[in-house]
């Protein structure tokens, strides 16, 4: 087992409310990603991290906010959640080397958002 | 725009056939390749991968194929089994630090 735990899994707010959803890791891994799942679009990169406080955008982060403070736990914060953003949301953390980067990711079991 | 197309939504196979899984790319600087599987409720999780400087890979009824002049991939999965249902995703690995692209994605269903 990979050690990635998503909470919380199933969230249902409103539109305009703050919304953080976590990811923590047991297993001390450099990189670590925040996806999201939409029918018809697959998985695309909202935001990632490759080490403690260094983190970067990906193709959808307008919308989104992330931190990491410690190696364990990458954060991602919706500031005012809006319906667009209801979906599935997977972490990733990657396996890999410092130079080429990750190779292999392993998903969380995802946390459904539901903005109404 | 999509750097990684899965231009077929769906593949119906029935048991014991080969089910053919096809990924087209764009971008000539992807430098690994990778399948995961997806059923309902749970995260991704990874199948198989090549490397650009190969052109095949197998791993038991899994093999995956690179064809990199026509910027192609495919997973054949023989003898396909009803458990092989699922959503499979496949990903390119781009220059920067690891991050990948994935398709739309392919729902397999395999039927007895």
């Known amino acids: 087992d990979a050690g990635i735990t998503q909470s919380p899994r199933h969230k249902v707010t409103e539109t305009g409310t703050p919304v953080t959803l976590r990811c923590h890791q047991t297993e001390n891994h450099r990189y670590m990603y925040w996806y999201r799942q939409d029918p018809g679009h697959g998985l695309r990169l909202i935001h990632y991290s490759y080490g403690v406080k260094d983190t970067d955008k990906g193709e959808v982060s307008d919308g989104y906010s992330v931190s990491r403070s410690k190696t364990e736990d990458f954060l991602l914060t919706l500031e005012s959640a809006t319906s667009s953003q209801t979906s599935v949301y997977f972490c990733a953390i990657g396996l890999g080397d410092n130079y080429s980067g990750a190779n292999v990711l392993t998903f969380g079991a995802g946390s459904r958002l539901t903005v109404l | 725009d999509q750097q990684v197309k899965q231009n077929s939504p769906s593949l119906s196979v029935q048991e014991g056939r080969i089910s053919i899984l096809n990924c087209d790319y764009t971008?000539?600087?992807?430098?690994?390749f990778l399948w995961y599987k997806k059923y309902p409720a749970e995260g991704p999780t990874f199948l198989i991968s090549i490397s650009s400087i190969k052109d095949k890979n197998e791993d038991g009824r899994f093999t995956v194929f690179l064809n990199k002049s026509a910027k192609h991939l495919s997973l054949h999965i023989v003898p396909s089994q009803p458990g092989d249902s699922a959503v499979y995703f496949c990903a390119a690995r781009g220059s920067t630090l690891g991050r990948l692209y994935f398709g739309r994605g392919t729902q397999l269903t395999v039927w007895p």
């Open positions: 971008n000539s600087m992807f430098d690994y």
